[in-house]
């Protein structure tokens, strides 16, 4: 069993930066591969960025060259750097964790891109 705890979402401007983090319970942390998701209101939940547990890493599209994820094993946590936001970044954004076949999501943190 594994307990995510996100923070670091906020309210920030258009072209703006946030840090998100992802806390994860556990001592096997560094097998797993995590991931940020989110969902938009009306809308389904979707990828955005996910880091396995060799540290590679895979991103949508819409993210590409503007956010960042990592993982720090020894502090069992993930991040997320999202840089040059815009409005239709705003979502709620989940912390997912994976590993043999089992998946875990965290209670999600509340991201809004509005001047």
């Known amino acids: 069993q594994v307990q995510l705890v996100e923070s670091g979402g906020g309210l920030v401007q258009p072209g703006g930066s946030l840090r998100l983090f992802c806390a994860a319970s556990?001592?096997?942390?560094?097998?797993?591969?995590m991931g940020w998701y989110r969902q938009a209101p009306g809308k389904q939940r979707e990828l955005v960025a996910g880091i396995t547990s060799g540290g590679r890493t895979d991103y949508s599209d819409f993210v590409k060259g503007r956010f960042t994820i990592s993982r720090d094993n020894a502090k069992n946590t993930v991040s997320l750097q999202m840089n040059s936001l815009k409005p239709e970044d705003t979502a709620v954004y989940y912390c997912n964790a994976q590993w043999l076949g089992l998946g875990y999501w965290g209670q999600g943190t509340q991201v809004t891109v509005s001047s």
């Open positions: 556990g001592s096997i942390f560094s097998f797993y591969s």
